[in-house]
């Protein structure tokens, strides 16, 4: 007798084939034949779970995004103090960036396609709004108990998600010719220079 395996591991399992599938060939490249073959199920399988390949990848892109979200908001929640917050933040998301890089890779397609289809690129604007929202939260609290100056939180956070994008864009993309952590920290530390109250 065959046991049935619980829907949430099975897509699991369908998540972790499409996305090796996509690293490996590409989005354009990679059929649903591969992704229900490298997941050990038939081609009904996988379309059981996903009504097509492109609901397959925005579906796989929202969930594992997500999670990484979930747990860098996870572990800054329990430090009180606005700017150490965001530095925290910033050191945390480089240390996620290192033991997901598989999927960060594969967002950088991801984001690439979002140019030429508006469906992913509603899915790449829900992350983009999420990072700001999380980075003016911090901003706005920081104003609120006088830790930072008067500043357009949203504006400033805007900025933040731009500097991580450029750390995220430039490792995947050049031959990196310095320590890429290290200018990273560089410019972190000149924002929070910048808006941090001197004055309290």
Known sequence: MTTKKDPGVRKEEIFEAALCCFNEKGYYETSIDDIA????????????????????FIDLFKCRINRYFEELKTDIKRIPEPAERIREFAAKSEELFQKNRDILRFSLEFITLSTRDQHIREAVTKVYQNRVR????????????????KLDATSVARTLYFLSMGFFLTYFTVNIDFDLNKQHGIDMNTILNGIVNNQR
């Open 134 to 149: 999380i980075f003016a939260k911090i901003l706005n609290e920081g104003m609120k108990e006088g830790s930072f100056k």
């Open 37 to 56: 073959a490298r997941a050990g199920i038939s081609k009904g399988g996988v379309y059981h779970h996903f009504a097509s390949k492109k609901s397959l």
